[in-house]
């Protein structure tokens, strides 16, 4: 074949030497816009995976390239003063100059042509007479820009600014360096990539860039700031740009997320960059240039196949691992773009939170990188948990929690589930046993189901409620198992239906309209919840006063049947939640309109609550935290205003679901997919959390807990089908100070024999 390959980077390089080793007979040309020896950027760092697909792919220059690397384990974090040292991190890393120069003479040596000072136009007729032209024109691609809709490109301009420069200062640890100034944060990625030489990038948000001036400086004048600033980390060295072609500000760049829908058009194929990138703080970009200029290659080469089916397996494998990445290079991004809502963490907190932001590094990963060291971490936690009385090295999901007066043993909770099983409202033998078994099943804290004010105000006729003597007797049962056989504490949830009330149980199909029997329902406004539903009343004073005072007289049945807690549920859609979402909520009165106004009947209720419950017990609210409806809807930013507002009427923790409070809807689901909601409340706000949505694992638990990102975690499905989900994590933890009901204590001391065995067969067969 006869190929021009746009760009010399890596991904132009080394998919050229990956053609040629393949098939020497290929005609390869490279042109690249720069001379020799010029490019932008310091150093790159690598994985160890990378390292053995490049070894494999090509022994001689890998040889070469591995040769060269500068390795190093820390992680050092320098933060208000103290600098935070983790170890076991294992990064390898190279010039970027140098691994072109690897690769360019790799190329040469196996019969490429390539052309220097040679720029490139699209629209250029020469690119016909060749078979193929790979556009390895980097993030700025003129060869995909010139054809966007064939591409498909989605490019998202992100809001910090940064500049890649380089020093004569050699780290011996990745380093971190965050400092404050009048004008905000910033901070810098700086890491050794030859035995002279680091790469030292530096980052702001965009406001502090302008407000520290940047803006307006030369380049000279703006290294010369960052000189001053980092002058502590430089030890006099000095800070150079090799990007003399960027004039002034224009150094300082925003990251540029670019996703490709289609990778090839015509006979021209994208390439590492040009297809796709990933923020450079998970510094992975040259790995995946590399990786599919491998994959490229192999389908090209591969007999029997057709261009046509080449080119779909090369972007259904590449773009699978790039998603991975891009996943991940997005909490990355993310958690730079709002570091000031960490600022107020303490260091050791700060750098767990540093280090676990792209939820790719976990809590048990972590261990595996550096025990001591997460040991310190976890001492930290159980000090700050028990006010001083523990600071043992133990996993934070079993760390206890105070709110109010009420201690909760430990951090994980049995989320509210309707269990769509009661006759009238009263709880029976079914949740005598569901409760109880998830009570001794050794979680902290376990909620009820969404159990109803009064009977119109039940999704199905199938929930629990609370609104006559009975329910309390019933519940009263519940409550004094789970408090003489476990240490678990039990909360009440409180919720009415509104507008989605009046349909069948669960597993008779969500949100459907009964089949005879409906009753009325009333909601803020007449807006059905599907075509299907009824239009509900909207409610006027007089409904509101009524309302409000059963949510009341629940509390105070809550009070006569022992529960230590009451939930608010004021999320899903449900009649508070309707009031809250601009969706549902269409009224012109005092409680329709502004955020403000959405929020005071809610507001009303929950103090109302708040008065009859009494002081040193406390009391949450469910909400949620986004209506997955963009700017139409709740955004996680109104969120933080919401979780504010509860806190003000005496809310002492903010259970943070999202959606379900409309019928289009557009959730993003993912591993622990509403903890960004959590988080964000948590910490601009300031207020405790728990997080819920697809937490299943008790790394994952552990993960959020010693991240700051929520001060509860609940579980719902996983409950459902694992009652003992706190005491198999126990076992799994190896951490025996669990509250085990005695009649089990064997079976726990068995699982956890099991568990260890295995996990020391596995490791063995790891070695
Ligand atoms: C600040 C920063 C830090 C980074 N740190 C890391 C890291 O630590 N590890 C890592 O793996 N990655 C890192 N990256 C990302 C990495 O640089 C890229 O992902 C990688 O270079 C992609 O390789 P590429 O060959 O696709 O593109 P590039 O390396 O950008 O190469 C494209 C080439 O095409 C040439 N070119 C462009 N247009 C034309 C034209 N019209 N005609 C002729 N030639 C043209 C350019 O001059 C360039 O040489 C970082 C990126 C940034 C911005
Ligand atoms: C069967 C079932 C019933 C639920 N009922 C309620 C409920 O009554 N009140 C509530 O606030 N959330 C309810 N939820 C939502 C859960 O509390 C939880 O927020 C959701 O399932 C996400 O958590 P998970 O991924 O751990 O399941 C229910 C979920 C399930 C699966």
């Known amino acids: 074949m006869k190929i021009a390959c746009v760009g010399g980077g890596p991904a132009g390089l080394y998919f050229a030497i990956s053609m040629k080793l393949r098939d020497p007979a290929h005609e390869i040309e490279i042109f690249e816009r720069n001379a020799p020896g010029v490019t932008f950027g310091w150093g790159v760092v690598f994985s160890d995976l990378t390292v053995d697909n490049i070894t494999r792919n090509d022994p001689v220059s890998a040889e070469v390239i591995t040769r060269e690397f500068a390795h190093w384990d ?55 007479d060749y078979d193929l032209v790979i556009a390895s024109d980097g993030i700025n691609s003129r060869f995909r820009d010139s054809q966007p809709e064939a591409f498909g490109t989605d490019v998202d301009v992100r809001g910090n600014r940064f500049v890649w420069l380089g020093t004569s200062k050699v780290f011996d640890a990745f380093t971190f360096a965050f400092e404050e100034t ?3 944060w910033l901070w810098a990625h700086a890491y050794r990539f030859a035995p002279d030489c680091s790469t030292f990038i530096v980052e702001c948000s965009e406001q502090t860039w302008h407000e520290f001036g940047f803006d307006r400086m030369s380049q000279d004048e703006g290294i010369a700031a960052c000189e001053k600033l980092f002058a502590k980390y430089l030890d006099g060295h000095r800070l150079q740009s090799n990007a003399s072609h960027l004039v002034g500000s224009a150094a300082w760049l925003n990251f540029r997320r670019i996703k490709c829908e289609r990778w090839s058009s015509g006979n021209v194929i994208l390439l590492g960059d040009a297809a796709h990138t990933a923020h450079f703080s998970i510094g992975s970009g040259t790995k995946l240039a590399l990786e599919d200029a491998i994959k490229l290659a192999d389908v090209l080469n591969r007999k029997g196949l057709s261009l046509e089916a080449a080119l779909n397996e090369y972007q259904a494998e590449r773009s699978l691992e790039v998603l991975k990445l891009q996943n991940s290079a ?6 730079f773009e709002t570091l000031e809502r960490y600022t107020h963490f ?14 790719r590094i976990s809590h048990e990963n972590l261990r595996l990188r550096d025990r001591e060291w997460l040991e310190t971490v976890e001492r930290w936690f159980w000090k700050r948990a028990t006010e001083g009385r523990s600071n043992k090295s133990a996993p934070p999901m079993f760390a206890p929690l105070k709110l109010r007066e009420m201690e909760v043993e430990n951090r994980v909770t049995v989320s509210p589930m309707a269990m769509y099983s009661a006759v009238e409202g ?18 902290g804290l376990l909620f009820t189901e ?20 009975d329910h309390v007797t019933a519940w009263k049962r519940i409550v004094d198992f789970v408090h003489a056989n476990s240490k678990a504490k039990i909360c009440l949830q409180l919720g009415h239906s509104g507008g989605k009330g009046s349909t069948k149980l669960g597993w008779e199909g969500n949100d459907v309209p009964l089949d005879d029997g409906n009753w009325p329902v009333m909601a803020a406004s007449d807006v059905p919840w599907s075509p299907a539903n009824q239009v509900p009343a909207p409610m006027n004073r007089a409904d509101m006063d009524k309302v409000r005072d059963e949510f009341v007289t629940a509390v105070r049945m809550g009070i006569e049947a022992g529960f230590d807690m009451i939930e608010l549920h004021a999320a899903h859609g449900y009649l508070l939640s309707g009031f809250i979402t601009p969706l549902q909520n269409k009224r012109t009165d005092d409680y329709g309109g ?25 009391m949450s609210v469910r909400i949620s935290a986004t209506d997955w409806a963009g700017e139409d809807g709740i955004t996680p930013e109104e969120a933080v205003t919401i979780g504010e507002a ?5 809310a002492d923790l903010i259970d943070v679901s999202a959606g379900q409070t409309w019928g289009g809807q557009q959730p993003v689901y993912g591993r622990m997919f509403q903890t960004p909601f959590s988080d964000r409340i948590r910490n601009e706000g300031r207020l405790a959390t728990m997080a819920v949505g697809n937490i299943y694992e008790p790394d994952h638990a552990n993960s959020i807990l010693a991240a700051g990102r929520a001060d509860l975690v609940a579980l719902a499905r996983p409950h459902l089908v694992d009652p003992f989900w706190t005491l198999r994590a126990a076992a799994q933890l190896d951490y025996r100070d669990v509250a085990v009901p005695p009649q089990y204590l064997n079976g726990m001391s068995q699982l956890a024999r099991n568990l260890k065995r295995e996990a020391e067969m596995a490791a063995a067969l790891r070695v």
């Not at 009263?426 to 979680?443: C, K, L, Q, S």
């Not at 509860?646 to 005496?650: L, M, T, V």
């Open 330 to 335: 997005r909490n990355s991004t993310e958690w």
């Open 646 to 650: 509860f806190a003000r009427e005496g």
């Open 182 to 184: 009048e004008h905000g």
């Open 426 to 443: 009263t709880p029976n033998d079914f949740h005598f046993v569901h409760y109880g078994e998830r009570a001794i099943g050794g979680a």
């Open 74 to 128: 820390d992680i050092d974090v320098h933060f208000r003063g103290e600098t935070i040292t983790s170890g076991g991190h294992g990064f390898i890393g190279i010039g970027r100059k140098r691994l072109l120069e690897i690769l360019q003479n790799r190329a040469r040596e196996l019969g490429v042509v390539l052309h220097f000072d040679a720029e490139c136009d699209p629209a250029d007729p020469k690119w016909r």
């Open 346 to 359: 303490e260091p050791l907190q700060f750098a767990y939170s540093l280090l676990t932001r792209s939820q």
């Open 594 to 618: 502004s955020l403000e106004n959405r929020l005071r009947y809610p507001l009303e209720v929950f103090a109302a609550m708040r008065a009859a419950w009494p002081s040193d017990r406390p």
């Open 450 to 469: 969404m159990t109803c004010v009064s009977p119109e105000g039940r999704i199905s006729p199938g929930c629990t409620g609370m609104w006559n003597a």
